[in-house]
């Protein structure tokens, strides 16, 4: 029997019926009186100095009101971490990609504003460039930062325990490399921006974001405003993935812009846009070895990595821990060593996606995995279940698995996907694969160095009595989390989510990390939950005072307020109450005294009621440098099987169905559990099978749109069985952690390992085209042959 | 230089002065301030623009405002009735067949002309039915039930 009201059930989401009529709005619905249409000039070349910028053709034309360059913008230095801040709003000195910015337009109409670019003539000396990692990396490469020399942005070499004892004493060594394409987001509503100065000066930037308050410092930060005159809203947001998780250099344009024409500026990317600015998932080339005793021990893993970076660091910086912190679970491995390195060329700066980071080590690790169980003869579900971390165990590198529900997860894909029957019983071209993965429940530290809350939350119960107005500076961006948050309110408060209203989305409303690392479930979560009870017990202290009842004897349930023992006679607050509402049809006349009164009452006794929470976590992780990536409160865990049907004539792959399960604590709501789990496996298998951005030599993506970036679509899709596993998370509120990111990390590996089974071959390359399975698998019969 | 078109939007006749070379997105976006017709590519492929007209569903982005002159056109905005959400709207909230909700309104209108013209289609159909409607954020296992539960 569910012991809660509201919480773990399948709530109908409280934003789903605006967007379902079209009433919910999202950045470009929003206009504003007088608005001007802004437009971003942006490199041709993907390597040049700028010689001369001249707007004055641009100037003139009539209905331009303002041409801006690093002139107007200036020469502050902004990125996502501070130690790396790379990006100046415009290119001062030189451009390092197609698509660097270099300039921006207002005008009265978009018309204008884009032949108004046309009209700016920059020149440029056109500098050789380098567009992979094995260019950049060459002796006598042209640089593209005066202070990274080799292009090298970032590096990190980390070992705990001994990896080369530890490989001296297995039995089975198992080394292979892997590498991915890079990724393109594929959010379906475009990044889009509105900003307008009032006349004290306060800035309100309206944007597709899913960080608010990054922007806010960053905005503030770069135009050297007070953070107090920065108003950072975002309304609905069509989906961001990672990659609308910092600052834009198109928001920083439009707040600039707006400043210089003291009118409301809106702005939007063009799906080109989308792909020229990236800040989508690196390519990986990873080369794992791992170690196992001839019984399935594993020992060691030595893991090297290259990220190909992109012309800035943006998220880089924090993605190249991340590829090798999250590699040390979910499996007992005492030994880990990671050599990890990203590296600039003249691309769009790649970020954070979905898994940020770990998708492709997973994906690596776990098909190594597979070939340790095949050497020994072990099903690969009891190889993982073998090596799997218990409930409290803490990795090499620090991460404490606080709850763990990873075998239960791997129990419930082998029985739902009827795996002991056809592991091994499927004909060749028929394969079936399993992997594991687990990811961050929010990242232990903000982005910038600081003793912050992760977020603050206030709850104001209306001064009428009844409803509860919950008010969070937190990113709904599609997954849920609005809805989560008012069944959190309302299972705390003892009232029916009927009564909640909730408002998010603002900087006005508090501090809130944002919607990236999984993070807002755990945190934000806890900071309602608290606030909740802060609100709950204001209300009962009056009642208690009131009635002469001891505080500890009262609660609320249902909206209804609950006495230990007798109920005390609460006739004379009913009379107060009711007296102020002569005439009105819909007094109460319950048994029980309702929650609409009591909070009235308490309002009359103590003016607004006000309750107020904030989380933190605590102090996680080791003190080896870069230990705090990786680092969660908690961890969520999944395991999926994949079934897949090879063609051995063509090469053509298809997913027949996928098995998922993911534990994810306590389910606030259950509905919107799945839809992560089914969404996480979609982009899983589309960057397995299908997702890859194209450049030609000249630096510019060839496939910039969303008919040859291909995407899963509706007849891709294999349908998914979602299994729903609840651990209980003491660091989580009522128990829940994460769903978003985690249940990507099993997609592409359990596919690979069912490739493999079909076909016999290990295919180390993304994604699974036809053109590739097919010549792995004439390289193989070949080699058969000899 | 304008052109005067007629159509009936949402069973309202309107007379709109448009510029030959506006889409019929853009109009009933920006003129009409019908904003729960969405742009996610302006080029066709995504199908967030998706509107019945004359019974049939197309990208509003990849037809003229002028070329929709004399026709019947459905909108979003058009599915709720008197009585609030239409039956296919309230399956969607049910099933959790929306998330970021971008992708919705042409979503469901191109379920609802896929269920006016075959009232019982098989999952193949469903599957084509809502082809040219890009999703990234459900996976579509939701968008499948929710159609499902609609059919009769």
Known sequence: MNKFDVISTRAHRIDTPDKATGQAMFTDDLCRPGQLYGVLLQSPHPHARILSIDTSKAVNLPGVKSVITHEQAGYIKYGVSPARYDETVFAIDKVRYVGDEIAAVAAVSLDIALKALSLIKVKYELLPAVFTVEDATKKGAPQLHENSPGNLCAEVHQEFGDVAAALKTCDIIKTSTMKNKRQDGAFIEMQGCLAEFDNRGLLTLVSSTQVPHYVQRTVAMVLGMDVGKVRVKKPYVGAGFGIKAAACPMELACCILARETKKPVKMNFTREQVFMYSRARHQFTHTITTGAKKDGTLMAIKHECCLDGGAYTSFGIATVYYTGSLLGGPYKIANMSYDGKRVYNNKPACGAQRGHGAVIARALFEQQMDMIAEEIGMDPMELRIKNMMDTGDTTCNDLNMSSFGMSECIEAVRIGSNWDKKKGNMPRGKGIGMACGFFVSGAGYPIYRSDTYHGTVIIKLTEDGGTALVYTASAEIGQGSDTAFAMIAAEALGIPLDNVRLASGDTDMGVDLGAYSSRQTLMTGHAVKQAADHAKTQVLEVLAEQLLVPLEKLDIKKGFIEFAGDTPDFSALRTRYIKEHRGWIDNPDSKKLTFKEASRIAFLEKGSIVGTGKYKPHNLGGKFKGAAVGTSPAYGCSAQVAEVTVDMETGQVTIDNITDAHDCGKAINLTAVEGQMEGSVSMGIGEAMHEEVIFNDKGQVLNNDLAEYKIVTSVDMPRVKTIVVESCEPNGPYGAKEVGEGAIMPTIPAILNAVYNATGVRINELPLTPERVFFAIQDYKAKMAK | ?152
């Open chain 2, 1 to 152: 230089m304008k052109k005067i078109i007629r159509l009936t939007i949402n069973n309202q006749s309107h007379e709109i002065a448009v510029e030959p070379n506006l889409t019929l997105a853009d109009m009933l976006r920006y003129q009409l301030a019908l904003t729960g017709t969405k742009k996610g590519c302006d080029t066709g492929d995504c199908g967030a623009c998706t509107v019945i007209m004359d019974g049939n569903a197309v990208n509003s982005c990849l037809v003229l405002a002028v070329q929709a002159n004399g026709s019947v056109i459905e909108t979003i905005e058009g599915l709720t009735t008197a009585e609030g959400l239409a039956p296919l709207q309230e399956a969607f909230v049910e099933k959790g067949a929306i998330q970021c909700g971008f992708c919705s309104p042409g979503m469901i209108l191109s379920a609802k002309n896929l269920l006016d013209k075959n009232p019982n289609p098989s999952e193949q159909e469903i599957r084509e039915g809502i082809s040219g409607n890009l999703c990234r954020c459900t996976g579509y296992q939701k968008i499948f039930e929710a159609i499902e539960s609609q059919s009769s």
